[in-house]
Nanobody, 114 residues
Framework: VQLQASGGGLVQAGGSLRLSCAAS????????MGWYRQAPGKQREMVAI???????NYSDFVEGRFTISRDIAKNTITLQMNNLKPEDTALYYC?????????WGQGTQVTVSS
């Protein structure tokens, strides 16, 4: 399985960005895809995840600002991020989990200036 992420960039506080991730390869029907992030000097943390049944889960710090969605037919997920804050600055990673194994994409940088 390969994950190709795109959509990071530099934005001012209060702005928006949209991240996309396309999965390719042997993908089982049961899996969970999502976004994680890692800021310098901090541990990687979950941002949002979505299952193949469209069940979603967000970390508390999202506070309703982000929306994760999924196109099952295209094996893609998107993360719409609104009202971005400087503390959202991090390297964002796409993830696909299926029982017994995790896949990670390359990170895409999100930088929010104050």
């Amino acid at each position: 399985v390969q994950l190709q992420a795109s959509g990071g960039g530099l934005v001012q506080a209060g702005g928006s960005l949209r991240l996309s991730c396309a999965a390719s390869g042997s993908i089982d029907s049961f899996n969970i895809m999502g976004w994680y992030r890692q800021a310098p000097g901090k541990q990687r943390e979950m941002v949002a995840i979505i299952s193949n049944l469209d069940s979603t889960n967000y970390s508390d710090f999202v506070e309703g600002r982000f929306t994760i969605s999924r196109d099952i037919a295209k094996n893609t997920i998107t993360l719409q991020m609104n009202n971005l804050k400087p503390e959202d600055t991090a390297l964002y990673y796409c993830n696909l989990w299926r029982p017994g194994i995790n896949y990670w994409g390359q990170g895409t940088q999100v930088t929010v200036s104050s």
